[in-house]
C-alpha cells in the first residue's frame, strides 16, 4: 500500500497526525515528508516561488499527498496534475466548514504568508458553496516568535487570547489557519464557533 504522504514545514506536525490516525483512523500508513526551509523560502520570497522544490519533492508520488502547510497548500495542489496522484492542501476541509458555518470569517495566522492564500482558499470555496462571505484576517503578535524558539505551550496561548478578544458581534466563525494553532481549540472560552484543520484534512485526505 502506498499511504498518504504528509508533507510538513515543521516537525511538531508529525505526531499530531499520527496521534489522529492512531485515535480516528487506525491502520491508515502514513509517510511523513518534513522540510522547514519550504516556509521559511515562502515566507521571503512569496509561495509560488517554492513550486519547483515541491515538485521536486513529490514527484514519484505512488498515492495521494496531504499538504500540511497552509502558505504552500495551494502551489501544491496545483501541481496534482503534474504529479498524476491526488493532493490535497489541509485547510481546505476547514474552509468549506468556515463558509457552512457563517458569512463573517476572521483568519488567524502567525505568519503573514499564509493570510493570502487562506483568504483566497476561503473565497474559493464561498463561489463553489454560493454563499456570500466576508474575509478579515490578522497576525497573532508574538505568536511565531514563541513557535519558532520551540514556546509551542506560548504560541498557543497567545492565540488563544486574540481568538477570545473577537467580538461576536462582527464575526461568525473564526479560522485558525495553521496547523501548528489547532490546540488553541482547547484554551479558547469565545462563544464564537473556532475551526482548526488537521482532523478534518487528514479525514478528507483519507477519503473518511
Excluded at 522544490?53 to 514519484?60: D, F, H, I, S, T
Excluded at 474552509?95 to 476561503?122: F, H, M, N, Y
Excluded at 479560522?175 to 475551526?195: F, I, N, R, Y
Aim: glycine letters at 8%.
Amino acid at each position: 500500500m502506498p499511504g498518504l504522504t504528509l508533507l510538513h514545514t515543521s516537525p511538531v506536525h508529525v505526531p499530531v497526525f499520527d496521534a489522529l490516525r492512531d485515535r480516528h483512523h487506525s491502520g491508515a500508513v502514513l509517510r511523513h515528508l518534513v522540510v522547514p526551509e519550504l516556509l521559511e523560502r515562502a515566507r521571503a520570497l512569496g509561495p509560488a516561488s517554492q513550486a519547483p522544490a515541491v515538485r521536486e519533492l513529490l514527484a514519484g508520488s505512488e498515492g495521494p499527498v496531504l499538504v500540511t502547510c497552509s502558505s504552500i497548500g495551494a502551489v501544491a495542489e496545483a501541481l496534482a496534475g503534474e504529479l498524476g496522484v491526488p493532493v490535497l492542501r489541509v485547510d481546505r476541509p476547514l474552509a468549506a466548514a468556515a463558509v457552512r458555518t457563517g458569512a463573517r470569517i476572521l483568519v488567524l495566522a502567525t505568519v503573514e504568508s499564509t493570510l493570502a492564500p487562506t483568504a483566497e482558499l476561503l473565497e474559493e470555496e464561498a463561489v463553489r458553496a454560493g454563499r456570500p462571505v466576508s474575509v478579515r484576517t490578522r497576525v497573532v503578535d508574538g505568536a511565531w516568535d514563541r513557535f519558532a524558539a520551540g514556546d509551542e505551550a506560548g504560541c498557543l496561548r497567545l492565540v488563544a487570547e486574540a481568538a477570545d478578544a473577537v467580538a461576536g458581534t462582527d464575526t461568525d466563525v473564526i479560522v485558525l489557519a495553521q496547523v501548528s494553532m489547532a490546540g488553541a481549540q482547547a484554551l479558547v472560552t469565545t462563544a464564537v464557533p473556532v475551526l482548526s484543520s488537521p482532523a478534518s484534512g487528514l479525514a478528507a485526505a483519507l477519503g473518511q
